[in-house]
DNA sequence: TGTACCCTTTAACCTTACATTAACAAAAAT
DNA sequence: ATTTTTGTTAATGTAAGGTTAAAGGGTACA
């Protein structure tokens, strides 16, 4: 199950160990935004929703804590893990004053911070069924649940779809009567962007097109050496 | 939220530490239960209901992995602490595998551990809200009653589950309709994600249905990759 | 101290689901 | 006119799931 990714928010403000950790997290399927210091960490917080945030305690203008409160009064849900220098005992009983979920030493081992994500992730999740408002797309007559992977023609039957078709017309949805670069696709679901992926990607079009024939008002168009465009015509 | 004192069992082979911890936590209004090693640790647990259990790792004749095992096969839910001797990796990462809440390392300091504790008391409080009265469900037209772990069809009688049968229907018909991730029930049930514990699932998956199969507006789906779907089909 | 029983895991074999690649046709761009 | 890009169908190989049976392990009771 690695269906959407986790958003992370990585507050730290050593560039270099930051970076690395981002590409770390990343290429274990998070998304991550990383700001460099409390202050940028709030705004960034505030502009998105988040399922963790990671928090360097040490950090100038703003220290991990401060952030965590603030943080806390927009939020008491989010998990938060602090990143200490050393273990000093004030700063972990702080930690978890401010409601910290955990908290990691540097130096840590990456695949230890990986396993603490998963398991205050999954923690988490039981409760946090809320949002699956995201997953469900109207494109002209059909009702695609992308959770589900299935696709309605008229509140009839559903249809099955396999991961790839699932999340192509995803992205296309989200892209309604508007272009769908081809290079977003192929990175975002192929991962990889060459002629191989790009055939691939052709088949896909074909497959997802021949689902939607029932509805003549949708359809999916070609742009030449651009992508694809999802339109719904909508006739009164 | 004041409440009776919880629980704790704690094990630990060094007498003089031991004694010491078992004090400071009394001290602390918590009732304190102390085995001398896993063997005897395992007794006292099955003997009575604890809210919480601290493991020495490093003991004679059972470790706290061992022990941890034997208790989750009793009780996937009560919050385990390891006492881990030093910050190894593999000790950690161990830990997280049997479904640890968190570890310490010795010597560790008291507040901070009593900290932890509090901490994890608190999740277990409010997520336990939810879903703890939820030992029935109506499935289509069976009854499953997940305390006593038994699954009624139309009133008749009853059909006895086996804990990992009872434990997985109970977690597909709390994500009735909706995906109910494979990673969910093997971390939750079987407490470890490989090839081999999802075969297993896969067999309890195959029981499942056919228990199911009196009814047949009750049925599981599987979504290829991701989970299962434990689906009621409503015709009036 | 077996041995009968229950539960779980492992094995085996088969089916289905998916993604990629190939192959060829049709459009579009140059 | 010919090279690129796209449309579409089919074939292939691999991974995941379905199901049944046998093996393994623990427990209770004779």
Redesign the interface.
């Known amino acids: 199950?690695e269906?959407l990714n986790k958003k992370i928010l990585l507050v730290e403000d050593d560039p270099n160990f930051g970076t690395v950790l981002k590409d770390y997290l990343t290429m274990n399927e998070y998304t991550v935004v990383h700001a460099k210091n409390g202050m940028e960490g709030f705004e960034k917080f505030k502009k998105d929703d988040f399922d963790l945030c990671i928090l360097d305690v040490m950090m100038p203008y703003k220290d991990g804590f401060t952030l965590a409160k603030e943080i806390r009064e927009k939020n008491a849900d989010v998990p938060i893990i602090f990143l200490t220098a050393k273990a000093m005992?004030e700063d972990?009983?702080k930690g978890?004053k401010v409601g910290?979920?955990?908290y990691l030493n540097k130096p840590f081992?990456s695949?230890?911070l990986l396993?603490?994500i998963k398991?205050i992730m999954?923690?988490k999740?039981?409760?946090s069924?809320a949002d699956?408002k995201q997953f469900e797309f109207k494109i002209g007559k059909f009702d695609l649940n992308s959770?589900?992977?299935f696709l309605k023609f008229n509140g009839g039957e559903p249809v099955k779809l396999?991961?790839k078709e699932n999340e192509l017309l995803r992205l296309l949805a989200l892209h309604e009567n508007d272009l769908m670069p081809r290079e977003l696709a192929l990175t975002k679901i192929w991962r990889d962007d060459n002629y191989f992926t790009s055939r691939s990607m052709d088949v896909y079009i074909a497959k997802l097109r021949k689902y939607l024939k029932p509805d003549e008002n949708v359809e999916i168009l070609n742009i030449h050496g651009e992508g694809f465009r999802l339109v719904v015509n909508q006739n009164a």
Request: net charge negative.
């Open positions: 199950m269906e005992k972990v009983l978890y910290a979920d955990d081992d695949e230890v396993m603490k398991a999954q923690r999740a039981t409760d069924v699956s959770k589900l992977r396999s991961p």
